[in-house]
């Protein structure tokens, strides 16, 4: 017989586990009640997703994009009926003694989120640099170095092109600097996150900004448009918008045990 673990997606309150898509491993999400709390689980094989388990798949990356999908689609269909909190990537318990104790741990924290959470959605915000040609010019190639000669002409313009680099640095740094004012002004919350290399993002550009938003429902549009009017107004920007999401960058509760 099969070890089961309780796979846990998230926790809110009066949720309707009607329709929702299949969970992890394929499993049905369920509902269990937690003294006032919802909580949405399903089970799992405890071989998978214990200490050893999760160690010997954490390199097969099809196992993990599985997982992933299956969770996120549960926490998709979820965010569009209630708020809830989302539960990290892989949280997993033993058994309906440990769940509820630990959703006890949380309660404090978890109502305070849903409160946070409540009327508002995250919106991600990735701003690139708009490749607009090579501006630089081709290194000269070195004939000579007496001081008056090519090999000093030749610093001057290393010089020069270092400090055009750092120039065009700083005002694309207060560039995207003006555009996190104008979103902030519309959101609760901002959370930037490390920048992604074009190999991840699958974009040539150069990544500027990478951040999230939490933002009331109605003021959804409006962050929208301002992004795309920013953009519209800087032509070395390019804005993309997604969303909206699972709050994951403000609220997840739990870590795999």
């Not at 017989?1 to 898509?21: E, N, Q, S, W």
């Not at 989120?113 to 959605?121: A, E, Y």
């Not at 610093?155 to 640095?169: G, N």
């Not at 992004?227 to 993309?240: F, I, M, N, Q, R």
Request: with cysteine; glycine share 8%; hydrophobic share 35%.
């Amino acid at each position: 017989m099969t070890d089961l673990g309780i796979y846990l997606y998230a926790v809110g309150r009066d949720l309707d586990d009607a329709d929702l898509p299949p969970g992890v491993e394929g499993q049905q999400p369920r509902i269990a009640r937690a003294d006032g709390l919802d909580v949405v689980v399903s089970d799992v094989p405890m071989a998978d997703f214990d200490e050893a388990g999760l160690r010997s798949h954490l390199e097969d990356l099809s196992w993990l994009e599985r997982v992933a999908r299956a969770h996120n689609g549960v926490l998709e269909t979820l965010s569009e009926r209630a708020t809830v909190v989302p539960a990290g990537l892989a949280t997993v318990f033993h058994d309906e003694s440990g769940l509820r104790d630990r959703i006890d741990d949380w309660r404090e924290q978890t109502e305070e989120t849903l409160l946070l959470l409540d009327g508002r959605v995250e919106l991600g915000v990735k701003v690139y640099r708009q490749d607009q040609g090579s501006s630089e010019q081709p290194e000269p190639t070195e004939t000579g170095s007496s001081p008056g000669g090519s090999g000093a002409a030749y610093l001057r313009r290393r010089r020069d092109e270092r400090e055009r680099r750092t120039a065009l640095v700083d005002d694309e740094r207060q560039l995207v600097d003006g555009l996190r004012n104008l979103l902030c002004d519309k959101a609760v919350r901002e959370r930037t996150h490390d920048l992604q290399d074009p190999r991840l993002t699958g974009r040539p550009e150069q990544m500027l900004l990478n951040a999230s938003y939490l933002v009331p429902n109605e003021a959804q549009r409006e962050l929208e448009d301002r992004s795309a009017e920013y953009a519209a107004a800087h032509p070395g920007l390019l804005v993309e918008v997604t969303g909206p999401w699972a709050p994951y960058s403000f609220a997840a509760l739990g870590s795999p045990e």
